[in-house]
């Protein structure tokens, strides 16, 4: 069975080509230690905030190189049963069910409007130990060019519900479970650069979204949006100097009332 409830955002990792850049520059923003590589799984490094393991980085696959990007792992009970699904609801498993050690077991997919995503049934690695709070993750969203495949993809892969958030000014929805709000679905607005594909947009908790933006652009890194007040929190939007977007949110730095949704 699953650690954790089917479609639980679990985990998230990303690649690297410079992976102590990588280290230096989340080290600075988010205040993450980091583990021992792992040579025996290509290196890959867990990062730590407050001693609980929160993300990983790892250098490139060969022919990999120059893709660095997060990547969202939700939780499955069998991993090949969900890469059926995921194919069944005309979705892309890019890398079939594969064996961690005694981990766990995981795959790569993509929706059919290109969004790619993780999936990881747990074993002795059950996932994020610290979730909510600043130096972890917080958020995701589906952030796509065809809300519409999103839409149907995604609850017919994981037992989400849905909501819309009742706002004529954005096409924005969430996808529930019975433990509340797993995923957020955002529909990208033309005034996103065309050559950005659609993803899953990853936020991490940060303490003060102001000064973890300074420091981040002092790092190298390049701010894209933001920051900006809502009842969720204060975020921004930012791409690492390796190229992988990636949102901060100070979640207690809230403005505004919560919007209200509807059942779709």
Request: hydrophobic share 40%.
């Amino acid at each position: 069975m699953a650690v954790q409830p089917e479609g639980t955002p679990c985990w998230a990792d990303a690649m690297f080509s410079d992976v102590e850049g990588a280290k230096t520059f989340y080290g600075g923003v988010l205040g993450w230690t980091f583990g021992e590589a792992s040579s025996e799984y290509g290196n890959y490094t867990q990062a730590y905030s407050d001693g609980k393991a929160v993300a990983a980085v790892v250098p490139p696959m060969p022919g990999q190189e120059g893709h660095s990007a997060w990547c969202l792992y939700l939780a499955s009970p069998d991993a090949a049963g969900t890469a059926e699904k995921i194919r069944a609801a005309g979705g892309t498993v890019l890398m079939d069910p594969m064996q961690v050690g005694d981990f766990g077991s995981m795959l790569i997919a993509q929706d059919p409007g290109g969004v790619v995503f993780g999936v990881w049934q747990g074993g002795t690695h059950e996932g994020f130990e610290k979730i909510g709070e600043s130096g972890s993750y917080a958020w995701a969203e589906v952030f796509t060019r065809e809300p519409a495949k999103s839409d149907a993809f995604f609850p017919a892969v994981f037992p989400y519900t849905t909501q819309k958030m009742a706002d004529e000014h954005v096409d924005y929805k969430i996808f529930n479970l019975d433990a509340g709000p797993a995923l957020g679905r955002m529909e990208m607005t033309p005034d996103v650069p065309a050559e950005v594909p659609s993803f899953m947009s990853v936020y991490f908790g940060v303490e003060d979204c102001d000064a973890a933006v300074t420091k981040a652009v002092e790092l190298g890194g390049k701010l894209v949006f933001g920051p900006m007040s809502s009842p969720f929190g204060r975020f921004a939007s930012l791409v690492d100097p390796q190229g992988a977007a990636f949102s901060i949110i100070d979640m207690g730095t809230t403005e505004g009332e919560m919007p209200s949704m509807a059942d779709v």
